[in-house]
């Protein structure tokens, strides 16, 4: 597996990112050690987790596995905002939350630091100020290394590396976005933004809950059995399924069981590859329920679409941009002014 530089830092982590949802529910502990020992043996570093995962069970099992580590080579990653408790301030990204939760996430993790300490969600009612007045103390203080966000839009991004800058503080160096062939609104604003500023980029739902893994086929009227999706039905109801049963999505999920049969990969190989071909993009988190599950999302390292591949792909799974995103499109790629 190949190391990559996360944005401009000096940082390197590996190509792939092992992600930890799973940890403590759809893989016990015994199976969370077993992949991240089947990940680490394919050359993988990085590890993201979250407090929430689990409440927190996730953080403990990546903990006790991080006991029989050299911690220097690994890099890990967690999360801060929600909610770990029923007091007012038990979540969010105000000072007092995130210097608490900083701390359990420390006891959890059995470790003296975070490599990468990520805000989970923009924080609405917290002054950007107070959040990152206080994640530059954490790093000052030597409990964090790096800085990320996730789930904000490019505004709030550009707010946040702008404010930043302004008094001197930590900016965030990675930004962990929804992105894959199925969801690709994040091209918009946020890739080309994250590409200016140095961020890197570390997609979540890479494979879009499955849909691009080669268990859905056109003509299906409900998911598979045992799939997120599934839950979602059960959870939801059968709108979550109408608003993908769509052209759009089959299109895409077409070209990527066509490219997979010619090249001889499976679908899931063909869809992070993909990923990991894009502009400004570090490392796609994969998830996984088991071993042979991880197995066939560390094939997708180690080789590459063809230009025709690829190009089949993005044209199957682009949409109609909305304005003003449509205009500017037809513009981007005039010639510039010689003065």
């Known amino acids: 597996?190949?190391?990559?530089?996360?944005?401009?830092?000096?940082?390197?982590?590996?190509?792939?990112?092992?992600?930890?949802?799973?940890?403590?529910?759809?893989?016990?502990?015994?199976?969370?050690?077993?992949?991240?020992?089947?990940?680490?043996?394919?050359?993988?570093?990085?590890?993201?987790?979250?407090?929430?995962?689990?409440?927190?069970?996730?953080?403990?099992?990546l903990g006790r596995w991080l006991r029989g580590r050299r911690r220097e080579d690994l890099v890990i990653a967690t999360k801060v905002f929600g909610a770990m408790g029923r007091s007012p301030n038990a979540g969010g990204l105000t000072r007092k939350h995130i210097l608490s939760a900083v701390e359990a996430s420390l006891r959890r993790l059995g470790t003296e630091y975070i490599d990468l300490y990520q805000t989970h969600v923009w924080d609405a009612t917290t002054p950007v100020e107070e959040t990152l007045s206080t994640l530059d103390t954490l790093v000052r203080a030597g409990k964090v290394r790096y800085l990320g966000a996730s789930n904000l839009s490019a505004a709030q991004l550009q707010k946040a590396l702008c404010t930043a800058r302004e008094h001197g503080w930590e900016p965030y160096s990675c930004l962990q976005p929804l992105y894959n062939l199925l969801a690709r609104s994040a091209e918009w604003e946020l890739l080309p933004l994250s590409v200016a500023e140095g961020v890197g980029v570390i997609?979540?739902?890479?494979?879009?809950?499955?849909?691009?893994?080669?268990?859905?086929?056109?003509?299906?009227?409900?998911?598979?059995?045992?799939?997120?999706?599934?839950?979602?039905?059960?959870?939801?109801?059968?709108?979550?399924?109408?608003?993908?049963?769509t052209e759009e999505t089959w299109r895409a999920v077409d070209a990527v069981l066509a490219v997979a049969e010619e090249s001889g990969?499976?679908?899931?190989?063909?869809?992070?590859?993909?990923?990991?071909?894009?502009?400004?993009?570090?490392a796609p988190i994969i998830g996984a329920r088991s071993v042979e599950q991880l197995a066939d999302n560390l094939g997708a390292v180690g080789w590459d679409l063809t230009e025709v591949q690829a190009r089949r792909l993005t044209e199957a799974s682009d949409r109609p941009l909305p304005y003003p995103y449509d205009v500017l499109r037809r513009f981007r790629d005039r010639e510039p002014r010689e003065d």
């Open 265 to 282: 990969r499976s679908p899931a190989q063909i869809a992070l590859r993909w990923l990991l071909r894009q502009p400004g993009v570090t």
């Open 1 to 61: 597996m190949e190391q990559r530089y996360l944005g401009r830092t000096g940082l390197r982590v590996s190509e792939l990112c092992m992600g930890t949802m799973t940890f403590g529910g759809a893989a016990d502990e015994a199976t969370s050690h077993r992949l991240l020992d089947a990940f680490a043996a394919a050359g993988g570093t990085f590890v993201d987790t979250a407090d929430v995962y689990g409440h927190g069970a996730a953080e403990e099992i």
């Open 203 to 245: 997609p979540w739902s890479p494979l879009q809950g499955g849909w691009l893994s080669g268990k859905y086929r056109r003509g299906m009227v409900s998911a598979p059995v045992g799939s997120r999706e599934a839950a979602h039905q059960r959870d939801q109801g059968r709108e979550t399924w109408r608003a993908r049963d």
